[in-house]
């Protein structure tokens, strides 16, 4: 008699729990840390391959290690990780949030660390904490603006777009967006194209889908033009923008500072230019792509994942 159906997790051990209070006794939920090693040991066993860490590139060659894998499912809205072209030719179904819009309205996580890294960065919070830690007590020396009446600009007005700029508007700042592809535009955000937003933000918060089309988006010749003494965050994804473009602007004193908590080559990150220029720079703010990362929100997205799980196994 065959046991129950494997699903190899890569993710949070504190989430295990969870999976198996909805997945049932059908099911049985290994967890293996997010290596390569581990990963490539493990996938012969999979029946189902869950990811909610984005750590391990999930490549043809890795997947092809399972060959009873019957789904892919991740707790991500972005996918750019997985080798999709391999799946479809074993017709594996790939299975991620990005369209399940109930369960994604209720986590905001990323646009919150959005909105930290915006103020944190405003406020020259890396340098000051790191001014009275070392201690020192000189206030004069890490002046910031106020947000009331800046102008915050917004790459991509989906969900995170649009807490955001719950945010900007509750901060009374003066709200504009870039979105070629929605058409229910909210009559209480300035529609701009592209090069006039990058123009006019104080700050410019990126929240866009990670493909083909949007790699590169905000590239070269876009942050060149960038309103003198701007603030950029990015927690999307690093490949969106031009990281050597805002090193030049940072370089040159026209970026006044930068908040990431994406890396386009993460996870080696030591390829990354805006890394390297960090290691000098207080003007940077880096995470480690920590947006979604909140109990909270790994707890919803996962019970959730864990019933398609069930849902699509029946």
């Given at each position: ?62 997947l092809a290690g399972a060959s009873g894998l019957r789904l892919v499912i991740t707790a991500t809205t972005g996918v750019d990780h997985i080798d ?149 965050v990015n927690t999307s994804r690093g490949a969106i923008w031009d990281e050597e473009g805002l090193v030049r602007q940072l370089e040159s004193g ?61």
């Amino acid at each position: 008699m065959s046991g129950p159906a494997v699903i190899l997790y890569l993710g949070p051990a504190e989430a295990v729990p969870w999976l198996e209070s909805e997945l049932g006794g059908a099911y049985a939920v290994r967890r293996v840390e997010p290596t390569v090693e581990a990963v490539e040991a493990a996938m012969p066993s999979a029946v189902v391959v869950l990811d909610a860490s984005m750590k391990v590139p999930l490549t043809a060659e890795r997947l092809a290690g399972a060959s009873g894998l019957r789904l892919v499912i991740t707790a991500t809205t972005g996918v750019d990780h997985i080798d999709k072209a391999h799946l479809d030719q074993r017709s594996v179904p790939l299975l991620t949030l990005k369209t399940e819009r109930e369960v994604l309205a209720k986590v905001n996580a990323a646009a919150e660390l959005s909105w930290a890294l915006l103020m944190g960065c405003a406020r020259k919070l890396r340098s000051a904490s790191a001014h009275v830690t070392g201690g020192g007590w000189d206030r004069t020396l890490f002046p910031g603006p106020m947000l009331r009446g800046k102008q915050l600009g917004i790459v991509g007005l989906g969900r995170n777009g649009r807490w955001c700029a719950r945010y900007g508007a509750a901060f009374d700042m003066h709200v504009s967006a870039h979105d070629p592809f929605l058409s229910d535009w909210p009559a209480e955000i300035a529609r701009l194209s592209l090069p006039d937003l990058v123009e006019k933000s104080d700050f410019l918060l990126v929240h866009v889908t990670y493909s083909p089309e949007t790699h590169g988006l905000l590239g070269l010749d876009l942050a060149a033009r960038c309103k003198p003494g701007s603030i950029w965050v990015n927690t999307s994804r690093g490949a969106i923008w031009d990281e050597e473009g805002l090193v030049r602007q940072l370089e040159s004193g026209r970026l006044a500072a930068v908040g990431a908590d994406v890396l386009a080559p993460e996870p080696e990150i030591q390829r990354s230019p805006l890394w390297q220029y960090a290691k000098d720079h207080d003007n940077v703010l880096l995470t480690p792509h920590i947006g979604g990362f909140s109990p909270d929100a790994l707890e919803t997205v996962l019970r959730h994942t864990a019933q398609r799980i069930v849902r699509h196994c029946a």
